[in-house]
């Protein structure tokens, strides 16, 4: 059965960075996107990040493109997201996901597998 545990969260500064990981297990991960959605209270669920098994197609949201950074390590089957320069507005509950093929897509309902999430609050 395929777990996704998601760590990193925290309260920071405005302008301060943090570093979310998830580590995938119960399954095979070789041609699985992996990426990053958020959620903050009375907003819908959207896309954060996602990168592909090679590391080399990934995608960001605009809001968050020049500040935040993707990775995942395949040995490990875990995926990483640097977050510097934090903002109030990035503060929500984050989920690490995983496509278990395919194309980066931002829909989550292409997402099968979800963690449990990780808060991150932001103060100005």
């Known amino acids: 059965q395929v777990q996704l545990v998601d760590s990193g969260g925290g309260l920071v500064q405005a302008g301060d960075s943090l570093r979310l990981s998830c580590v995938a297990s119960g399954g095979t991960f070789n041609a699985a996107i992996m990426g990053w959605f958020r959620q903050a209270p009375g907003l819908e669920r959207e896309f954060v990040a996602a990168?592909?098994?090679?590391?080399?197609?990934?995608d960001y949201r605009k809001s968050v493109k020049g500040r935040f950074t993707i990775s995942r390590d395949n040995v490990k089957n875990t995926v990483y997201l640097q977050m510097n320069s934090l903002k109030p507005e990035d503060s929500a509950v984050y989920y690490c996901?995983?496509?278990?093929?395919?194309?980066?897509?931002?829909?989550?309902?292409?997402?099968?597998?979800w963690g449990q999430g990780t808060q991150v609050t932001v103060s100005s």
């Open positions: 996901v995983v496509k278990v093929n395919g194309i980066i897509v931002r829909n989550p309902r292409e997402y099968k597998y």
């Open positions: 990168i592909d098994w090679s590391g080399g197609d990934v």
